[in-house]
Nanobody, 122 residues
Framework: QVQLVESGGGLVQAGGSLRLSCAAS????????MGWFRQAPGKERDFVAA????????YYSDSVKGRFTISRDNAKNTVYLQMNSLKPEETAVYYC???????????????WGQGTQVTVSS
C-alpha cells in the first residue's frame, strides 16, 4: 500500500476556490490511479474525481464536472484537486485514495488518506 496525506482544506465562501493536495509515500506513486472522494456527515463516501497513472485520463462525477480539476505530479508524488465555484452542499471531508486501475467505486481503492475538511459557507 501507499501512504497518503491530504492538505489544503479549510473554510471558503460559496463561489470560492480551494486546492487540495495529497502527498504519497511508500510504493512508487506512478503505479497507482489516484482518486478523490468526499463524505458529508451522515452520508456515504462519494466519488469526486480520478486520474490515470500518467495523468492522461481524468474522470469526474457529473456534479463537479467543469468546476473541479484533478491533476498529478509524479515527480513530486502528489495529486491535486482544484475546486472552483464551490457550493455549501459540497461541505465534506475530502479523501484521496489510490487504486490499481481506474474506478469510481470506493471498494476498488485500497489506500486512503486521513481526509481534509472542506467547509463552504453560504
Amino acid at each position: 500500500q501507499v501512504q497518503l496525506v491530504e492538505s489544503g482544506g479549510g473554510l471558503v465562501q460559496a463561489g470560492g476556490s480551494l486546492r487540495l493536495s495529497c502527498a504519497a509515500s511508500g510504493r512508487p506513486f506512478s503505479n497507482y490511479v489516484m482518486g478523490w472522494f468526499r463524505q458529508a456527515p451522515g452520508k456515504e463516501r462519494d466519488f469526486v474525481a480520478a486520474i490515470s497513472w500518467n495523468g492522461g485520463n481524468t474522470y469526474y462525477s457529473d456534479s463537479v464536472k467543469g468546476r473541479f480539476t484533478i491533476s498529478r505530479d509524479n515527480a513530486k508524488n502528489t495529486v491535486y484537486l482544484q475546486m472552483n465555484s464551490l457550493k455549501p452542499e459540497e461541505t465534506a471531508v475530502y479523501y484521496c485514495a489510490a487504486a490499481r486501475s481506474p474506478s469510481m467505486r470506493v471498494v476498488d481503492y485500497d489506500s486512503w488518506g486521513q481526509g481534509t475538511q472542506v467547509t463552504v459557507s453560504s
